[in-house]
């Protein structure tokens, strides 16, 4: 847990009690969508000419992404300060995501919203956060 995400190169785990849903890894690998493709539709041509070959590649799209994040405190009064800490930091809207499974990769990450919110006893919260990937090809520092 200690040292297997870092957001905005912040240990999650450490500063907030944070670990990566199941899911959230495997969101974070989704390959990213293309842009559509450049197309000539002629009513002169059956069908439609697309340009893509070996000189003209699609470009990359943005990507919207849902990550799941679990907050952990040992008592309430943990959880409510982890839980307003983590709230700010994700208020400012530029959150930048690595993980110990892939180190020399930061994703650069827009807070859109949290789609679910849901706590257990006052020690375990779920965060379902939608996030955009305005540039998939920016993933460095």
């Known amino acids: 847990m200690k ?14 009690g944070i ?30 000419q697309v340009v893509c070959d070996e000189y003209v590649y699609p470009k990359v799209n943005e990507r919207d ?13 943990e959880f409510l300060l982890r839980y307003s800490s983590f709230t700010e930091e994700l ?9 110990k499974y892939q ?4 994703y650069h990450l827009l807070y859109i919203s949290c789609s679910q919110f849901s706590q257990f006893n006052g020690r375990v919260g779920k965060f379902v956060l939608k996030l955009n990937e305005p540039n998939p090809k920016n993933r460095h520092d």
């Open 65 to 77: 992404l849902q990550l799941v994040f679990y907050l952990k405190a040992e008592n309430l009064t």
């Open 103 to 106: 180190p020399e990769i930061t």
């Open 3 to 16: 040292g297997e995400c870092f957001i905005n190169n912040k240990d999650a785990y450490e500063t907030w």
């Open 19 to 48: 670990i990566l849903g199941d899911t959230s890894f495997t969101a974070l690998l989704t390959p990213s969508p293309v842009k559509e493709y450049i197309k000539n539709e002629s009513a002169l041509l059956d069908g439609v």
């Open 91 to 99: 208020q400012k809207g530029v959150i930048d995501i690595r993980t």
